[in-house]
T-cell receptor, first 112, second 112 residues
Framework: DTEVTQTPKHLVMGMTNKKSLKCEQHMGHRAMYWYKQKAKKPPELMFVYSYEKLSINESVPSRFSPECPNSSLLNLHLHALQPEDSALYLC???????????FGQGTRLTVV | GENVEQHPSTLSVQEGDSAVIKCTYSDSASNYFPWYKQELGKRPQLIIDIRSNVGEKKDQRIAVTLNKTAKHFSLHITETQPEDSAVYFCAATWGYGQNFVFGPGTRLSVLP
């Protein structure tokens, strides 16, 4: 398996809902990331996990809560989001000791 | 922190012509410079990268050049084809994805 897989592909949620985004990779990569991408903009880093530990949190609001249950899985828990949080959420991973980042196909989130 | 600029923001070329996209970075510690291609509604895909100990790298119709002194790097696509139409992002980092800073992107259109 040479891919980063994200589910769901699309998600519509209300501002009072709680939902989770899921990311999986089975390439043995030990660094995993969450990015947010708005239309016509570059990806913006949100969180970095290195060896299942949160190493970077780019001042992301607490309504976004990451979780890394094991080395293959990364979740992003969403609660009380705002319409401006609507975006493409991308997961990426990197091999240990390497810099290259490989992206999943993303979850397109719409907050209504 | 790192700041990456990218030019032009849009580029139209005739099929078969060459396309050049230029990026500059600010942090002299950056040592890894990837280029990503993102088609509409899809994930960013790594198409080529270069490390700071190399001045040029080629992969078929794609090449990247790096000038560390001037802190700029460029993507060259020769013999462009309609399927090269996409948004291209450059990025710079000195470590893992936590330091990934993307340029604002270039929308390339290859006209048949």
């Amino acid at each position: 398996d040479t891919e980063v897989t994200q589910t769901p592909k699309h998600l519509v949620m209300g501002m009072t809902n709680k939902k989770s985004l899921k990311c999986e990779q089975h390439m043995g990569h030990r660094a995993m990331y969450w990015y947010k991408q708005k239309a016509k903009k570059p990806p913006e880093l949100m969180f970095v996990y290195s060896y299942e530990k949160l190493s970077i949190n780019e001042s992301v609001p607490s309504r976004f809560s990451p979780e890394c249950p094991n080395s293959s899985l990364l979740n992003l828990h969403l609660h009380a989001l705002q319409p401006e949080d609507s975006a493409l959420y991308l997961c990426a991973s990197s091999p240990s000791g390497q810099v290259e980042a490989f992206f999943g196909q993303g979850t397109r989130l719409t907050v209504v | 922190g790192e700041n990456v600029e990218q030019h032009p923001s849009t580029l139209s070329v005739q099929e078969g012509d060459s396309a050049v996209i230029k990026c500059t970075y600010s942090d002299s510690a950056s040592n890894y410079f990837p280029w990503y291609k993102q088609e509409l509604g899809k994930r960013p895909q790594l198409i080529i990268d270069i490390r700071s100990n190399v001045g040029e790298k080629k992969d078929q119709r794609i090449a990247v050049t790096l000038n560390k002194t001037a802190k700029h790097f460029s993507l060259h696509i020769t013999e462009t084809q309609p399927e090269d139409s996409a948004v291209y992002f450059c990025a710079a980092t000195w470590g893992y994805g936590q330091n990934f800073v993307f340029g604002p992107g270039t929308r390339l259109s290859v006209l048949p």
